[in-house]
């Protein structure tokens, strides 16, 4: 009988590392079975498993409702303490091909598809890259796209936002910033410059060695006309330092190509509206008139008013005023005499009746006459 209990014990498992099975001979009749470590330790982690997945949704709940900048503290803190948190940020950020596409503009109006991707290919292989076009014309609007194979790639391109293509220096930041304010610094009004009264043989790269000299150039180029793809007289140089612009600023040199050019900053120059005069407004004068009938009530209905059982109803018959009794003069009649009219007598004729002989007629008729002998 032991010897049966013993075999279906094993078959079932039970002693197969859940629990010791200790049949002694001397005491047949007696069976103790031992809990093992093993299956504590495994309802520990079935509990310890329920535990994280409370704590993950807890994590969720707490995180929701956060703003992105302090999402973004925190895992940059947890990152910086845990390599593998670091890891795991870095693995998430590769997959996601908005961190490898770089938006280009400042592009010369010949620049190609081909040229831009050989001025960025230095800083790692390029999965796409193209300048946009436009569909009627077919010519270039004055940026494009490049799309990395790589994360990595695309930050070594950042480092140095600014490229010399085809004579123009052209700019490039991440696509999904495009030129929002997170690609754009706040001192980037002070850094910005208009440059007018440029002489029409004066290129881009002529207008940024010479302005090279007050301090390093983030961008700049002249502005050309886009069908006859001539100079329109002006540029923009952007530095990257306040005082390198204010530098160029108060430079009194400002003699290019035999020309006295034109230099400040570049809102001043954009923010020049014309002033329109505006009419004075007329001041309205109240004029003081006596009325007849008193100002209307605030108010149309009045609670018991013309009801006898309270409630509503139109407010109570007001006495009205009376004009006041002013004697207004009569107007002054003036007495014009018109010069009488002429009295003309004339004779008087008497009035002579002439009488006309009625012959004598057939039958009591005037109408027909005797025939004559």
């Keep these: 009988m032991e010897e049966v209990k013993k075999r279906k014990l094993q078959e079932s498992g039970i002693n197969g590392g859940r629990f010791d099975l200790n049949l002694s001979d001397d005491q047949p009749s007696s069976l103790s079975l031992t809990l093992s470590t093993s299956a504590s330790q495994q309802q520990q982690q079935h509990s310890s498993s329920e535990e994280a997945a409370a704590s993950i949704e807890e994590l969720h709940s707490l995180l929701d409702p956060l703003p992105k900048p302090q999402l973004v503290d925190v895992l940059a803190k947890l990152g910086s303490q845990y390599p593998f948190i670091a890891e795991e940020i870095r693995s998430v950020a590769r997959a996601d091909p908005a961190l490898r596409k770089l938006f280009v503009r400042g592009l010369a109006w010949e620049t190609t598809s081909e040229t831009l991707c ?30 990395y194979k790589d994360m990595d790639s695309a930050q070594r391109a950042l480092k140095a936002p600014s490229k010399m293509i085809d004579g123009r220096m052209a700019v490039c930041n991440l696509a999904c910033e495009g030129l929002s304010s997170t690609s754009i610094t706040p001192d980037q009004a002070q850094r910005k410059l208009y440059i007018g009264s440029l002489p029409p043989e004066i290129t881009s790269e002529m207008l940024l060695n010479f302005f090279k000299k007050h301090g390093e150039i983030e961008e700049g180029s002249v502005a050309y006309d886009k069908d006859s793809n001539r100079s329109r007289g002006f540029g923009f140089v952007t530095f990257k330092t306040v005082e390198a612009a204010k530098r160029a600023i108060d430079d009194p040199q400002k003699m290019l190509g035999g020309r006295t050019i034109t230099v400040k900053l570049a809102d001043n120059h954009k923010g020049k509206v014309t002033q329109t005069q505006v009419p004075t407004p007329v001041v309205p004068t109240p004029m003081h008139m006596t009325g007849a009938y008193p100002p209307p009530p605030a108010h149309n209905m009045h609670p018991g008013a013309g009801t006898p059982g309270g409630g509503y109803g139109y407010p109570p018959q007001q006495p009205s005023s009376t004009y006041p009794n002013l004697a207004y003069p009569s107007p002054q009649v003036v007495n014009a005499g018109y010069p009488g009219q002429l009295q003309t007598s004339y004779n008087q004729f008497p009035f002579r009746k002439d009488t006309v002989p009625v012959p004598p007629a057939l039958g009591g008729y005037p109408y027909y006459m005797p025939k004559q002998q």
């Design 118 to 147: 050989a001025a960025f290919e230095e800083h790692g292989e390029i999965e796409e890259g193209a300048v946009i076009t436009d569909k009627t014309t077919g010519k270039s609007r004055g940026y494009g796209f490049i799309t």
